[in-house]
């Protein structure tokens, strides 16, 4: 226990301190005059608006595979509206106080019948398919449209992404085939268990309809992520090659799906800044970008949050 409370004290360290020199980097490089504002001043409203309304569909997207999930181990426990309102309160929840929204939504399904195994399983289940769906497409947009920017580098990036989507692929199989244990110690043997029904559940879902539902999900959110980051390029009215919207793209996604601080807060527009400048542009016009995106995401959630509530306000009523 001490051991795991100092790796847990450490990873904290590390988190921070990867915080902390995103913060410096960033206020070194960026310049809070001229370049910074006047891509403010060239906004197309429109297109905002619109990328603004396609994150919203996205959101919803993502909510209605959760609940299908859900639905694999128990059958309509929850109306869709129930659900959204548990969802986007789970993410105001963590915007305030990070990671603690999926404590709520565990707490809040769990007095629906859906126990706390179930639903760590399900989101673990869908955390490995779509980082293993998703770095397998963006290993093969790295090949197709990386060339120009990345020149030979492509080729390297696109085998190091297949290599890491087919090993997120094999875990469960290789869990099942390697470790078989057997405990004496009854607690032991509980966790074992847990451990082992989560991590191969991906395994036990013998559906392919359901495979196939996620497959299909994941293209059209895949293809309404880059929508929104072509919509971003429109709205601030910079013409760009395709390539390069690509690479923004792709980045983008990678770093939504693999979080180092609470929502990659600051890496992401450090990064972000990074390939702009590294592109050709500015290092103030990657983190524009990156602060668009969260302001998508701040107005979807603050809206959704309390349009839901009011949903369920008044069904209470009724």
Same mark, same amino acid.
């Given at each position: 226990?001490?051991? !795991?409370?100092?790796?847990?004290?450490?990873?904290?360290?590390?988190?921070?301190?990867?915080?902390?020199?995103?913060?410096?980097?960033?206020?070194?490089? *960026?310049?809070?005059?001229?370049?910074?504002?006047?891509?403010?001043?060239?906004?197309?409203?429109?297109?905002?608006?619109?990328?603004?309304?396609?994150?919203?569909?996205?959101?919803?997207?993502?909510?209605? +595979?959760?609940?299908?999930?859900?639905?694999?181990?128990?059958?309509?426990?929850?109306?869709?509206?129930?659900?959204?309102? *548990?969802?986007?309160?789970?993410?105001?929840?963590?915007?305030?106080?990070?990671?603690?929204?999926?404590?709520?939504?565990?707490?809040?399904?769990?007095?629906?019948?859906?126990?706390?195994?179930?639903?760590?399983?399900?989101?673990?289940?869908?955390?490995?398919?779509?980082?293993?769906?998703?770095?397998?497409?963006?290993?093969?947009?790295?090949?197709?449209?990386?060339?120009?920017?990345?020149?030979?580098?492509?080729?390297?990036?696109?085998?190091?992404?297949?290599?890491?989507?087919?090993?997120?692929?094999?875990?469960?199989?290789?869990?099942?085939?390697?470790?078989?244990?057997?405990?004496?110690?009854?607690?032991?043997?509980?966790?074992?268990?847990? *451990?082992?029904?989560?991590?191969?559940?991906?395994?036990?879902?013998?559906?392919?309809?359901?495979?196939?539902?996620?497959?299909?999900?994941?293209?059209?959110?895949?293809? !309404?992520?880059?929508?929104?980051?072509?919509?971003?390029?429109?709205?601030?009215?910079?013409?760009?090659?395709?390539?390069?919207?690509?690479?923004?793209?792709?980045?983008?996604?990678?770093?939504?799906?693999?979080?180092?601080?609470?929502?990659?807060?600051?890496?992401?527009?450090?990064?972000?800044?990074?390939?702009?400048?590294?592109?050709? !542009?500015?290092?103030?016009?990657? +983190?524009?970008?990156?602060?668009?995106?969260?302001?998508?995401?701040?107005?979807?959630?603050?809206?959704?949050?309390?349009?839901?509530?009011?949903?369920?306000?008044?069904?209470?009523?009724?």
């Amino acid at each position: 226990m001490l051991n !795991l409370n100092k790796k847990n004290y450490l990873f904290l360290f590390l988190k921070s301190l990867i915080l902390l020199l995103s913060c410096y980097l960033i206020y070194k490089n *960026i310049k809070i005059d001229e370049n910074f504002f006047s891509t403010f001043d060239k906004l197309n409203f429109n297109y905002f608006f619109i990328a603004l309304l396609i994150t919203c569909v996205s959101a919803h997207l993502q909510i209605f +595979v959760q609940l299908k999930s859900f639905f694999q181990i128990n059958k309509n426990f929850i109306s869709f509206s129930e659900y959204a309102k *548990i969802f986007f309160n789970g993410q105001m929840i963590s915007f305030i106080f990070p990671h603690s929204g999926t404590i709520y939504k565990a707490y809040k399904l769990k007095n629906l019948n859906l126990s706390y195994k179930d639903f760590i399983g399900i989101n673990l289940f869908l955390t490995w398919f779509y980082l293993f769906f998703f770095v397998f497409f963006y290993s093969f947009e790295i090949l197709i449209f990386g060339n120009e920017i990345l020149k030979n580098y492509n080729i390297i990036l696109f085998l190091t992404g297949i290599l890491f989507s087919t090993t997120i692929l094999s875990i469960p199989f290789f869990y099942q085939k390697f470790f078989k244990i057997k405990f004496q110690n009854t607690l032991v043997s509980k966790i074992y268990n847990a *451990i082992t029904y989560v991590v191969i559940l991906p395994i036990s879902l013998k559906n392919y309809q359901f495979y196939k539902f996620l497959s299909l999900c994941g293209l059209l959110g895949h293809l !309404l992520s880059f929508i929104v980051i072509y919509l971003l390029f429109l709205t601030i009215g910079i013409d760009l090659k395709f390539s390069v919207i690509v690479i923004f793209f792709i980045v983008n996604s990678f770093l939504d799906q693999v979080p180092i601080t609470p929502k990659n807060l600051v890496i992401s527009e450090l990064i972000f800044g990074i390939v702009s400048q590294n592109i050709g !542009l500015t290092f103030e016009f990657g +983190v524009v970008i990156k602060l668009l995106l969260r302001l998508f995401f701040f107005i979807n959630l603050v809206t959704l949050t309390l349009i839901y509530n009011a949903i369920d306000l008044k069904n209470n009523e009724k």
